[in-house]
């Protein structure tokens, strides 16, 4: 049930930025996989959702256009391909793993394991 984060970092507005999420063989072939963030002093929210069983995704309006979600079942990981970034993009993300069969509303904050977060920062 390991997740793990990484990437994110310091980028400029209109920049890109790559993160990862990698988790055990078992957990990245069963459980749906969840983007989430947390600006300073805001709520964590779900952005981004990707089911094991059907491949469906899910955007939030936030960050559609702008953020992909992809999988490599090779090597259990998850990209997220951020572009566009703008200052208020700035947060912590967080990927944790679920057990949901479809994708198609914001992934829960009741998810069975999280990874610790990677900060990503957009500013001039």
């Known amino acids: 049930g390991q997740v793990v984060e990484s990437g994110g970092g310091f980028v400029e507005p209109g920049g890109s930025l790559r993160t990862f999420c990698s988790t055990s063989?078992?957990?990245?072939?069963?459980?749906?996989l969840g983007w989430f963030r947390q600006a300073p002093g805001q709520e964590r929210e779900g952005i981004l959702c990707?089911?094991?069983?059907?491949?469906?995704?899910y955007y939030s309006d936030s960050v559609k256009g702008r953020f992909t979600i992809s999988r490599d079942n090779a090597k259990n990981t998850v990209y997220l391909q951020m572009n566009s970034l703008k200052p208020e993009d700035t947060a912590v993300y967080y990927c944790?793993?679920?057990?949901?069969?479809?994708?198609?509303?914001?992934?829960?904050?009741?998810?069975?394991?999280w990874g610790k977060g990677t900060l990503v920062t957009v500013s001039s």
């Open positions: 944790a793993t679920g057990i949901i069969r479809h994708c198609s509303d914001p992934p829960p904050l009741g998810m069975d394991y």
């Open positions: 063989e078992f957990t990245f072939g069963y459980y749906a």
């Open positions: 990707i089911s094991a069983y059907d491949a469906s995704t």
